[in-house]
């Protein structure tokens, strides 16, 4: 992990808040709602994930430069019972190479449990598979038993057999030995297009998990067009700059 660098710009207490790690997937679905998330809540940037390997670029948003993986919190939001709830997210457009996806998932989990961190919630997409007319599913996988029962508690089906690759894959094995509480959460989405919907179904999930912290998917469902486009325009935009990068193999899952 010494390449891999976690910056705080400024601390925040972060204990038994929820993590959202958001790195581009299927339909780009983990990205769209990790900036809908950030938008709608109004989250500030506290910090950032550097490393040599990732793509040379600075990602801009609200006029504002900032590196390729970034850090985001707000406020606690508590209820008259005493309870609070807080939600952060790391996020990123990029997918890292294959060399730095192990460190930089071991510098999440490291940094989750430094910041006493509730639970991680990777977001994921899977391919959705016959009429592009039905509804899109969301599934999920646990990386322990506590996850597990959180998943039945909320109606979420589990994933019995697949494969998940990149920092959710390893994010999920590691929180296996490293004994943390890991979730990923994958929605059904469209290969062919970046899929506002697909993200909007995830929100939904994330909403139910934290009724304190209203995250309303109706306006994503509403301008999925046009969030999609500006996506579209984005991915063209970062192209001509772009060293090349090994393909990802497809993901599979069960």
């Not at 890292?96 to 989750?112: G, H, N, Q, R, T």
């Not at 910041?115 to 999920?140: P, R, W």
């Not at 999920?172 to 909007?200: I, K």
Request: glycine share 8%.
């Amino acid at each position: 992990m010494d390449d891999i660098e976690l910056i705080e710009y400024k601390k925040v207490d972060l204990s038994n808040s929820l993590l959202v790690v958001a790195f581009p997937t299927v339909g780009l679905i983990s990205s769209i709602a990790g900036r809908y998330i950030i938008d709608s809540l109004k989250l500030e940037e506290i910090g950032a994930i550097l490393s040599k390997e990732f793509m040379p670029a600075t990602v801009i948003h609200n006029s504002k430069p900032s590196p390729p993986v970034r850090i985001y919190a707000g406020r606690k939001k508590c209820g008259p019972d005493g309870s609070c709830e807080q939600i952060a997210v790391i996020i990123s457009e990029f997918m890292p190479p294959y060399s730095v996806i192990k460190p930089l998932a071991d510098k999440i989990l490291e940094w989750m449990k430094m910041k006493g961190c509730k639970a991680i919630v990777a977001l994921e997409g899977t391919h959705a598979l016959g009429d592009n007319k039905k509804e899109l599913k969301v599934y999920g996988v646990g990386s322990n038993l506590e996850m597990k029962k959180l998943l039945k508690k909320y109606g979420i089906e589990e994933t019995k057999e697949g494969m998940i690759a990149g920092v959710n894959g390893v994010l999920l094995y590691e929180g296996v030995f490293m004994q943390s509480d890991v979730m990923c959460l994958l929605s059904e989405a469209h290969v062919s297009y970046p899929d506002s919907r697909a993200a909007g179904n995830l929100l939904q999930k994330l909403d139910v998990m934290l009724p304190g912290i209203k995250i309303d998917p109706e306006p994503l469902y509403k301008e999925a067009e046009e969030i999609e486009k500006k996506i579209r325009t984005f991915m063209e935009q970062s192209k001509p700059t772009a060293p090349s990068l090994p393909p990802i193999p497809s993901q599979m899952y069960g």
